[in-house]
């Protein structure tokens, strides 16, 4: 999956706006929106939020984790423990990424936020290339991974599967042609 | 203008609970679920022709109502946005599928003639119609540029050994829907025990597609 297609994933959640135009309820297929009155803030997915920003139509109210307190309780949570902890959303790398390059205005402190983020995701990663590492030196066949968010399994996913895979092709000893064993590529 | 649309808008809810028990959100749910399982499994899944034919519908509907309203209208910008974020997640999905199909076409042709009568198929008519033509000019592209000049003993190819399975056996992450329990994981190597797992609903996994393969069509587990 392209790290694009995760962030298309990301662009569903909602977040809050304060519009500044009065426009009726709108009946969208996947649910609907609104009413919206100017500085009456108004639930919308982050698609449309940064499109009205965008147009300079509303300002994004930043969600409640994105706030340098709180994550830096996340941060440290993060460092101090050796599993995965929860993370704010299951999106919060790429809503981070997203809200901070196009409504940076509207969100306090938006350069500390972004050094943050980027250290909790860093350990985690570096949690994650160790425990994959383990996984694959003790032959482990399960794993249990919560607290892992989409796009973390997405950084490590082509490299880990195509190199189990490839471990099993040669464990499993099997002649090109036989019947098991054989893999995607041609 | 704005009223036309909005009203139409209410139509598309309306319609779609009288014919089906889904409404057009929980629908757009099921395409996306379908979407990423179809992206992450080694297999073709099973074809979801009712999902993609209502959504096709309701996206024509909207698009029909769009027609109607004049340029620079602030809601159809908004419908068309979603539309085509709808669009690109059916055209992913099905694209998907069809690489499978040339991927895998002669297991897959194998398994629908061998499916027992009123079984679910593999695939939509059209896909289906897309896999055997493939088929055939696969074959008369293999004959007119090499076979035909082979001797005549070495002049059949059996595509089901030419072309390779999917392998059942790589690894999948999912994400559990609904509670399942002693799940058998098979051992890695000679040395180790085979154990059972309990996946409890929300949790999520790295194991071999081949165990959850049953999960995956019953909708149990969703790949992610």
């Given at each position: ?186 | ?68 309203v004049k340029k620079g209208d602030a809601k159809a910008s908004i ?37 027992g009568e009123g079984a679910p198929s593999l695939l939509s008519p ?89 999960l995956v069509s019953s909708g149990a587990v969703q790949l992610i």
């Amino acid at each position: 999956m392209d790290a694009s297609e995760v962030e298309f994933l990301a662009e569903k959640e909602t977040v809050t706006i304060i519009p500044n135009f009065s426009l009726d309820k709108i009946y969208l297929i996947g649910g609907d929106l609104g009413p919206f009155n100017p500085s009456l803030p108004v639930d919308v997915p982050v698609w449309l939020a940064l499109n009205l920003k965008q147009r300079q139509k509303c300002r994004i109210v930043p969600p409640a984790w994105m706030d340098v307190e709180k994550l830096e309780e996340i941060r440290d949570l993060e460092r101090k423990e050796d599993t995965f902890t929860p993370v704010p959303s299951p999106y919060y790398m790429e809503l981070t990424k997203l809200l901070l390059n196009y409504a940076s205005d509207n969100i306090p402190k938006a350069d500390e936020i972004r050094t943050l983020v980027k250290d909790i995701w860093d350990t985690r990663i570096a949690k994650l290339r160790l425990s994959a590492d383990s996984f694959i030196s003790q032959l482990e066949a399960h794993a249990k991974l919560d607290n892992l968010t989409l796009m973390e399994i997405n950084t490590i996913r082509t490299f880990l599967l195509d190199s189990l895979n490839c471990m099993y092709k040669l464990r499993s000893n099997l002649q090109p042609g036989s019947s098991k064993g054989q893999f995607k590529d041609f | 203008m704005m009223d036309a649309l909005s009203d139409d808008g209410s139509d598309v809810n309306q319609d779609d609970t009288q014919e089906d028990v889904m409404t057009p959100a929980e629908l757009i749910a099921k395409l996306e679920e379908a979407w990423l399982n179809e992206k992450f499994s080694p297999e073709l899944q099973e074809n979801k022709s009712e999902v993609v034919e209502c959504v096709m519908e309701q996206l024509s509907h909207m698009e029909e109502n769009l027609q109607r309203v004049k340029k620079g209208d602030a809601k159809a910008s908004i419908h068309r946005m979603e539309i085509d974020r709808i669009r690109f997640v059916l055209s992913s999905y099905l694209r998907s599928r069809l690489q499978k199909i040339e991927k895998f076409f002669p297991h897959i042709l194998e398994r629908e003639k061998s499916r027992g009568e009123g079984a679910p198929s593999l695939l939509s008519p059209e896909e289906f119609a897309f896999a055997k033509e493939y088929y055939a000019n696969t074959e008369t592209y293999l004959k007119a540029v090499a076979l035909k000049r082979m001797p005549p003993n070495l002049q059949t190819v059996d595509m089901l050994k030419a072309v390779p399975e999917p392998c059942l056996d790589s690894f999948v992450f999912l994400r559990v829907k609904e509670r399942q329990e002693n799940i058998l994981v098979e051992p890695e190597a000679d040395d180790q025990r085979e154990y059972v797992v309990d996946l409890e609903e929300g949790s999520q996994h790295l194991m071999r597609y081949r165990t959850i393969a049953p999960l995956v069509s019953s909708g149990a587990v969703q790949l992610i």
